[in-house]
């Protein structure tokens, strides 16, 4: 099954607690992190996570956007995520190395994201240890941007290496998925869909899951 994690930067944070209930079929959620350096913007961490851990069982599906992630990587798994994936590009190769063995040691799925920019051939030396590839299909640190179709070529990369090497890791797709996108991503490779603005704003977010997923109405 195509799986969809709803991604909540785009949610009512006044209201938290029942937009993730709205969302309950997608069976995972995401937690976008910015730290203000290694992206423009600034977004949550550690607490909130917590709480939303005490409210859901869906899988958390943490994305790191902050420089040297080897920091925070393994407090992100004792907070609650379950995955715990975060930027090639934001630190030296020790330090990536280091940040996914945090994550294994403490029972997490370790993942790594890459931005527009990044070729797919950069996560080869991790793929072994990985749970998640990450492709950002905008550039990371902004809700509501449009779909780069160049993303397409990565997902058919990195699919033809997952299944090479290795099968159990999931491959995720984030940024500027809707009904459309999602297609073309799942005809591509991708198996878990990141959607913020296109699902948040659905009058039926139950229904758009379905949509998303390409599963007909019932």
């Known amino acids: 099954m195509i ?20 969302v309950k079929s997608a069976g995972y959620l995401h937690f976008d992190v910015m730290d203000g350096i290694f992206v423009p913007n600034i977004s949550v961490g550690l607490p909130v996570l917590e709480a ?10 943490a994305h790191l956007m902050i420089v040297e992630p080897v920091r925070y990587a393994g407090r992100f798994v004792r907070a609650g995520a379950d995955i715990v994936a975060f930027h090639i590009e934001a630190d030296s190769r020790d330090g990536i190395s280091g940040a996914i063995d945090d994550v294994l040691r403490l029972g ?25 590839v990450v492709v950002m299909a905008v550039e990371p640190g902004y809700s509501g941007q449009k779909f780069m179709p160049e993303a397409l070529s990565k997902l058919r990369a990195l699919r033809a ?3 090479a090497r290795n099968p159990g890791c999931e491959l995720e ?7 459309e ?15 913020g603005s296109d699902l948040f704003s659905a009058p039926d977010r139950a229904a758009r899951i379905r949509r998303l997923r390409g599963e007909s109405a019932p």
Do not use: H, Q, W
Not at 3 to 22: N, Q, V, W, Y
Not at 52 to 61: E, K, M, P
Not at 124 to 132: C, R, S, T, V
């Open 3 to 22: 799986k969809i994690s709803p991604s909540l930067l785009s949610a009512d944070f006044t209201r938290l607690g029942e937009d993730i209930e709205s």
């Open 52 to 61: 939303v851990r005490r409210v859901t069982d869906a899988v958390l599906d």
């Open 108 to 132: 997490g799925r370790p993942g790594l994201a890459i931005k527009p920019a990044t070729p797919p051939e950069s996560v080869a030396p991790y793929i072994d240890k990985l749970g998640m």
């Open 161 to 163: 290496m997952i299944d």
């Open 173 to 179: 797709v984030d940024g500027g998925i809707n009904a």
């Open 181 to 195: 996108t999602a297609k073309l991503c799942v005809e591509a490779g991708a198996r878990v869909l990141v959607s």
